[in-house]
């Protein structure tokens, strides 16, 4: 039977999904929505936010621009983190209190682009839709909308920093994987309707390949999730009981240990140039140009999309594992390496190793990512937001497969105590 703390961290994550829901379902004062959800799944920068919004956008709700001004935030701290700006390189290895203090501007800087990004939405939307906002858009109306999208979203990350404390899983993807499995019954009725019921010529078959394609991202980004390389590690006499004990006597590398956080940033990072410059652009040639270059709508802006998972999965995969820390450890535990010295050498050893396999983590990754972004280019007649919903389908099956994990783990801990409780 389920411990009473686990049943208790999965309620209140679904408690937190049902506000955030209810939230996306709270239209901002003023605004009429009629004929916007259509005219979003036609626009692929905002069949983007709409995606990671959970389809907030599509109802101007209070969560409109979801956790996107906090992911793109992230993004540049982290970068500027890695020996770019001393001060924060120091804070980034000064341990917990660093972190801390490093989170602190994460979200310093999520409130500026959150109400930057927010007035570049009313603004665009009030210029492409008339009668979006009753009686018209003015200064205050504007700034009005902007703080409230600003909240929204703020109030967002601290819903996802209540999930990770009090609920299950990492509460910033959480959110994300709540809002897009939120929208999905409503994306396959779409995806029915345009594609077998409409007049489209081989509709039925060009479905039955659609959702192949759903099953096979299934497939693959539970392999890549779940595939690890495993480095054998012998003990020193000194610690050879403990080598008997132990079930695993390997050092266990994930192929893809950045999950499908890259995903998650680059479609964040190429969606925010396009979403800025919107904002100034009001139909000028130049914006007609970056929207080609990075609407993912043709073959060099899919190629774009596929660089920065690479770089992506790679910086992230770094960030995670410590090769130097790793080799650390093993000496203080009495491990090592067959056949490679310890010190130095196991860190040099580690490091390629790592390397190796990221490539291949990070190839499969992008593979897996750009294939819903074909089909459109394949079939002219696929909507956009079809390709957006396999983006989608690989936060949902990562997001899956890591709050599985981190429930196996809190069964395992919770095991563990009890077994060892003697009070």
């Not at 409230?148 to 209540?162: C, E, H, N």
């Not at 004990?245 to 995903?263: E, T």
């Not at 079939?379 to 690989?394: F, K, N, V």
Request: charged share 10%.
């Amino acid at each position: 039977m389920m411990n009473k703390d686990i049943r208790n961290r999965i309620l209140f994550t679904l408690f937190a999904f049902l506000v955030y829901r209810l939230g996306c379902a709270i239209t901002v004062p003023g605004v009429n929505t009629e004929g916007l959800v259509a005219s979003i799944e036609d626009n692929s920068l905002f069949a983007m936010m709409s995606l990671l919004g959970g389809g907030g956008l599509e109802q101007f709700s209070v969560f409109a621009i979801g956790v996107t001004p906090y992911i793109t935030a992230s993004i540049i701290i982290q970068m500027l983190s890695m020996d770019v700006i001393p001060a924060l390189a120091e804070l980034s290895k000064s341990g917990a209190n660093g972190r801390k203090k490093l989170d602190q501007y994460t979200r310093y800087l999520a409130v500026v682009f959150g109400f930057v990004q927010s007035i570049s939405i009313s603004y665009s939307f009030s210029n492409m839709y008339d009668g979006l906002f009753i009686g018209g858009l003015n200064t205050a109306k504007l700034l009005f909308v902007s703080m409230i999208f600003t909240a929204g979203s703020m109030f967002l990350v601290w819903i996802g920093d209540q999930i990770s404390a009090k609920g299950i899983g990492n509460g910033v993807s959480m959110v994300i994987m709540a809002g897009i499995v939120g929208r999905m019954p409503q994306q396959f009725t779409d995806a029915w309707n345009t594609l077998v019921n409409g007049e489209l010529a081989h509709g039925g078959w060009i479905f039955a390949a659609y959702i192949l394609v759903y099953l096979l991202i299934i497939i693959l980004v539970t392999l890549i999730n779940t595939a690890e390389l495993r480095i054998p590690i012998q003990y020193t006499s000194s610690s050879m009981s403990l080598a008997k004990n132990s079930k695993m006597n390997y050092l266990p590398l994930k192929i893809n240990s950045a999950s499908v956080i890259p995903v998650i940033f680059a479609s964040s990072l190429m969606m925010a140039p396009l979403q800025v410059c919107s904002f100034f652009a009001k139909g000028a040639s130049w914006y007609v140009t970056m929207q080609n270059w990075l609407g993912l709508k043709t073959w060099y802006s899919i190629a774009i999309y596929v660089l920065m998972i690479l770089m992506f999965t790679f910086f992230y995969s770094k960030m995670q594992i410590n090769p130097e820390q790793i080799a650390d450890n093993l000496g203080k535990s009495g491990a090592y390496i067959p056949s490679v010295r310890p010190g130095k050498q196991t860190e040099t050893y580690v490091d390629k190793a790592l390397s190796r396999i990221t490539v291949l983590g990070a190839t499969a990754l992008a593979v897996i990512a750009v294939l819903p972004h074909l089909m459109p280019l394949l079939w002219a007649d696929m909507p956009t937001s079809m390709a957006l919903g396999g983006t989608g389908m690989i936060i949902v099956v990562g997001v899956a497969i890591e709050t599985v994990r981190q429930v196996q783990g809190l069964v395992t801990q919770k095991a563990y105590k009890k077994y060892y409780d003697f009070d």
